[in-house]
């Protein structure tokens, strides 16, 4: 199975700032990787899909990157709404894995 | 609008069977994977597994021999069973929906997610 790692496990941030979420998966996955944000309580909510495509409705201060084994997610000027954990999934063979996500807390 | 909605028993003994069933409304039941996902209290996700239009199914391995997916075309709902549960199956369990029509991939429309406990 395809192992994801994310990193870091958890931030801190404040409002306004520019932060970057890594995933690294254990082979290469072309470009079949999403991102997805959860909120407590909430079912996740996908972000960008295809490692770089923004889903309709999402803020365009979400951005992804990436192809093979490495992966970026960042965000730009952090809103107190984007306070939340992150999961990265790949699709490119089942079964279809997850990271273990990062928690952006706020400073 | 596409929305899901699911339901099922929430608690159970150990080693009782886990039923769950999600209904899809709105846009098209034909042509896409319809998937569970859970999710232990306080910990990450995990994918379950998927079953297509056809009932053709993909298992997480780790619960293969456990699990069953079904799809029931006329009503446009499928469900999830799970034997034999123990404490490490608590967890919200959630359905999804494929992203593109004829692709397993990416999950855009999500149930509500329930809560069984063991």
């Known amino acids: 199975a395809i192992q994801l790692t994310q990193s870091p496990s958890s931030l801190s941030a404040s409002v306004g700032d520019r932060v970057t979420f890594t995933c690294r998966a254990s082979?290469?996955?072309?470009?079949?990787l999403a991102w997805y944000q959860q909120k407590p309580g909430k079912a996740p909510n996908l972000l960008i899909y295809?490692?770089?495509i923004l889903e309709d409705g999402v803020p365009s201060r979400f951005s992804g990157s990436g192809r093979g084994t490495d992966f970026a997610l960042t965000i730009t000027s952090l809103q107190p709404e984007d306070f939340a954990t992150y999961y990265c999934?790949?699709?490119?063979?089942?079964?279809?894995?997850f990271g273990q996500g990062t928690k952006l807390e706020i400073k | 609008q596409v929305q899901l909605r699911q339901w099922g028993a929430g608690l159970l003994k150990p080693s009782e069977t886990l039923s769950l069933t999600c209904a899809v409304y709105?846009?098209?039941?034909?042509?896409?994977?319809w998937t569970w996902i859970r999710q232990p209290p306080g910990k990450g996700l995990e994918w379950i597994g998927d079953?297509?239009?056809?009932?053709?199914?993909n298992y997480n391995p780790s619960l293969k021999s456990r699990l069953t997916m079904s799809i029931d075309t006329s009503n446009d709902h499928f469900s999830l069973t799970l034997a034999s549960v123990t404490a490490a199956d608590t967890a919200v369990y959630y359905c999804?929906?494929?992203?593109?029509?004829?692709?397993?991939?990416?999950?855009?429309?999500w149930g509500q997610g329930a809560l069984v406990t063991v």
């Open positions: 082979q290469d996955i072309s470009s079949a």
């Open positions: 999804a929906r494929s992203l593109r029509y004829g692709s397993s991939g990416y999950y855009r429309h």
């Open positions: 079953i297509n239009y056809s009932g053709s199914t």
């Open positions: 709105g846009g098209s039941f034909s042509g896409y994977y």
């Open positions: 295809d490692a770089s």
């Open positions: 999934q790949q699709f490119h063979t089942y079964l279809y894995s």
